[in-house]
């Protein structure tokens, strides 16, 4: 009777089954430290170049009134696709948060949630950032007057 079998190794296996030449192939390509996958691909780096995202409602300097909610429209568009949406208004004594997660990352598209207002008047700011789904993210900024 026999006793369990001792691990091998990713070098060992390899070996085994396709012989010493591709193994060592392998082996030399995984351990130079380069990256092997293009740039753009998942996983490979790749930039957020080419990606936008614009508030498109309501306009710069709106005013908006106190204590009810305002429709956000974002339009936004990316090569490698957003996976999510983060909506914010900084209102007088506070803010208020929405985030989105697509369940597909969307390569272009418009999107709109709505957000409080607050209960006091004054100056506002809301900001929408994606983050696409090579990490990079990106943001646009308005200024709301709540009446």
């Not at 001792?6 to 192939?25: D, H, N, Q, Y």
């Not at 568009?77 to 948060?97: C, K, L, M, Q």
């Not at 207002?117 to 950032?129: C, D, H, L």
Request: hydrophobic share 40%; glycine share 14%.
């Amino acid at each position: 009777m026999s006793g369990p079998k001792p691990k091998r190794s990713l070098r060992e296996r390899l070996t085994g089954l396709f012989g010493g030449v591709l193994a060592a192939c392998l082996v030399a390509v995984a351990c130079t430290g380069e990256n092997i996958f293009p740039t753009g691909v998942v996983g490979g780096g790749g930039d957020a170049s080419g990606d936008s995202v614009a508030i498109t409602a309501p306009d710069d300097g709106a005013s908006v009134p106190v204590s009810d909610s305002v429709a956000v429209t974002v339009a936004f568009a990316s090569e490698s696709g957003v996976n999510a949406i983060n909506f914010r208004h900084d209102y007088p004594g506070g803010n208020f948060t929405r985030a989105v997660t697509l369940g597909a990352p969307a390569q272009d598209t418009t999107i709109t949630r709505n957000l409080w207002t607050g209960t006091s008047t004054g100056s506002g700011t809301i900001v929408v950032q994606t983050t696409d789904v090579l990490g990079s993210t990106i943001a646009d900024t308005i200024s709301v007057t709540i009446n």
